[in-house]
Structure formats: structure tokens, C-alpha cells
């Protein structure tokens, strides 16, 4: 996919905006980390992977912007910075992850120029951006074999192009089978509340004439029952030291008919996804969003005004569940705690 997720010119991040796709295709520019953080909290760009390149690109627009100024002054900017970033969501850990890798160059530049630390913060942005294109498509490289000639693939949200700086996780399994020659289809939950598989998985899959087939969230179980789906590929937004997975909501009910129809369901997701402080999935923080996703869509409501809304934007898929992760470094089947300290060498 020749698009762009995220983009550095001139001096300011652009983002792809989101939330207005299909219908519309614009950037959105950030010349601060402030507005970078709102492009993040506002969905503007989402999915881990992109989400953690955003970040790392949000300090880098910082330092920029204080690039020359005095030490203090410019440390004080990059302090900011990395809190109003590091609060911006909380389920995905690549944002985390980031900014951690942020932190250690500033750290190591706090004897050079302020001119000289902010490059070297643009530098490692810019390979945070490039490395993640490689790593997805190792993701895929791995995953294709696991696709079979004629796969009908069933996917959840927006694992795409569009969640990663390119190519993406379980959309780039899917992209490397059908360039592995294989003949494929992709079943598109819409994933609501937010839509992000009517508006965006579909979207990919058109523009790369991949055949999509549509179809609303609680129509899974159906085809699963009347033999239409052969397997399963997500994302993850963080996975927890014993490979229990959180991605968006919905999709821990998919994993669970998938286990009651024998069908294959995979977690394609980088080492940067993967959470060793977290012991299990109870200990990943759940985002709760807006109430007015729910309640209606671009300004059209359709629930009674006082009505409760309960609104998580992930929920937990427990390890067991899991048939694979498919990673950079290769596959594991039947994640645990140990396959998954072999992945990092421990």
C-alpha cells in the first residue's frame, strides 16, 4: 500500500486523518506534541504500531520546535512533552514503548547542543518509522505459510496499513499471503462502536482489490457456524507476559466462537506490543472512550438521551485462546509465559 500513515515534512508530522475515511483522504498536521497528543486521543491516527511511531515523531516535533534554546529550557519542553504524549491512551504499550526509547537519547545527549539532541531525536523517530515497516512485513513473511490457497479470513478492527507505518500486522499477513500468490478473501467485521473495520480494513482491502466481504460484528458466529470462515488473524494493542492479548472490543467474543468451531485464530503483532511487566491480562489497563460513540455516529444519535453507556475499547483475549502469535522473530504456537521470555533471549 503506496499511502502514507504518518509522514514528516518540513518540520511537522502529518497524519493521515482517520476518522474521516472513507469518505474523505486528508492530512492532518502536528507541529507540537500537544497536538500530537490530541491526534492520538482523538483517533486521528490509532493502532499500536502507529501509535508508538506518532509518539516517538511527537517528541522529535518538540525538540525541534526548542532546538537552540537553553538547556533548561529545553529539557523543561521535552518533560512536557513526554507526559502530555504518555497520556494520551493507555492500552497500547507502543506508545510506552516510545517513548522509553525517546527518554534514552535524551538522556545520552544532555552533554551535547540542544541543536545536536534534537537531531538525534528526529534520527531515532525516523527509524522507529522505518524499522516498523520491516518488522511488519516479517510479521507477514511468518504468517503467509499459515494462510491456505482459497483461505477465507475473517479480521477485527483496522490491523492494516493504516494502524502501522505500513504494510501492518494482520493485514500484512494477509497482503503476503495474496503476494505469495495465494488465493484469498477477507471477511471485515465493522467493529463498533467506531467502525474502524467498515471505514478502514475495508477501504484497504479495496484499494488493493483484495476480495472484502463486509459484514456487521454479530454476524461472526453465523458464518462460523455455516463453515464460511477458515481462519482468524487480529492485531493486539498489548500483550501481556503470559500472551494474553488485549485488542479492540469484540474481539475476545471472536476467539471464543472460534474455539467452539475449530477455527484458527492468530495474533499478529511486534515484540514492541508485547508488555513483560504486565503478568497477565488483568493487569493491562482498559480504555473507556466517550460515551457519544455509542449513543451515535458524526453527529446522528439514535439512543435516548440519559441512558448509561459503558464504553471499553478492548477486551482481554486469554492465552488459551490464542492458536498463534505471529511476531517478527517467527511463530509461537500456544503463547505462554516462557515461548514469549524466548522471544526477547530470556
Avoid at 76 to 94: D, I, Q, W
Wanted: glycine fraction near 8%; charged fraction near 20%.
Amino acid at each position: 500500500m503506496q499511502v502514507e500513515t504518518l509522514r514528516w515534512r518540513d518540520g511537522r508530522l502529518e497524519l493521515i486523518d482517520q476518522r474521516r475515511l472513507p469518505l474523505e483522504f486528508e492530512y492532518v498536521a502536528c507541529a507540537d506534541a500537544v497536538q500530537t497528543a490530541n491526534a492520538i486521543r482523538a483517533m486521528v491516527v490509532r493502532g499500536a504500531p502507529a501509535i508508538g511511531c506518532t509518539a516517538a515523531y511527537g517528541v522529535a516535533v518538540e525538540a525541534q520546535r526548542h532546538a537552540g534554546a537553553a538547556r533548561a529550557q529545553f529539557d523543561s519542553a521535552l518533560e512536557h512533552a513526554f507526559k502530555v504524549l504518555a497520556a494520551s491512551r493507555p492500552t497500547a504499550v507502543n506508545l510506552f514503548w516510545a517513548i522509553a526509547r525517546m527518554r534514552e537519547v535524551h538522556a545520552q545527549t544532555r552533554n551535547e547542543s540542544t541543536q545536536t539532541a534534537a537531531e538525534s531525536l528526529l534520527a531515532l523517530a525516523r527509524q522507529i518509522h522505518g524499522d516498523d515497516i520491516g518488522i511488519c512485513r516479517a510479521i507477514g513473511r511468518h504468517g503467509a505459510p499459515l494462510i491456505a490457497d482459497g483461505a477465507r479470513i475473517m479480521t477485527h478492527c483496522n490491523a492494516g496499513a493504516l494502524a502501522t507505518a505500513g504494510h501492518g500486522t494482520a493485514l500484512g499477513v494477509i497482503r503476503s499471503a495474496r503476494d505469495a500468490g495465494k488465493r484469498i478473501s477477507v471477511i471485515a467485521n465493522e467493529t463498533r462502536p467506531y467502525l474502524q473495520g467498515a471505514r478502514l480494513t475495508a477501504w484497504e482491502m479495496v484499494q488493493e482489490n483484495i476480495p472484502v466481504t463486509l459484514v456487521t460484528d454479530n454476524m461472526a458466529g453465523h458464518l462460523m457456524q455455516q463453515s464460511r470462515i477458515d481462519v482468524i488473524v487480529v492485531g493486539a494493542d498489548r500483550i501481556a507476559a503470559n500472551g494474553d492479548a488485549a485488542n479492540k472490543i469484540g474481539t475476545y467474543t471472536l476467539a471464543v466462537l472460534a474455539e467452539r468451531h475449530r477455527i484458527p485464530f492468530y495474533v499478529a503483532a511486534p515484540l514492541s506490543s508485547i508488555d513483560s511487566a504486565s503478568a497477565d491480562g488483568s493487569a493491562i489497563p482498559i480504555e473507556e472512550r466517550d460515551a457519544a460513540e455509542v449513543t451515535g455516529f458524526r453527529g446522528v444519535r439514535w439512543a435516548p438521551e440519559g441512558v448509561s453507556v459503558a464504553n471499553p475499547a478492548f477486551d482481554i483475549t486469554p492465552a488459551a485462546l490464542i492458536t498463534g502469535l505471529i511476531t517478527e522473530k517467527g511463530v509461537i504456537n500456544r503463547p505462554d509465559a516462557s515461548q514469549i521470555r524466548g522471544l526477547f533471549g530470556r
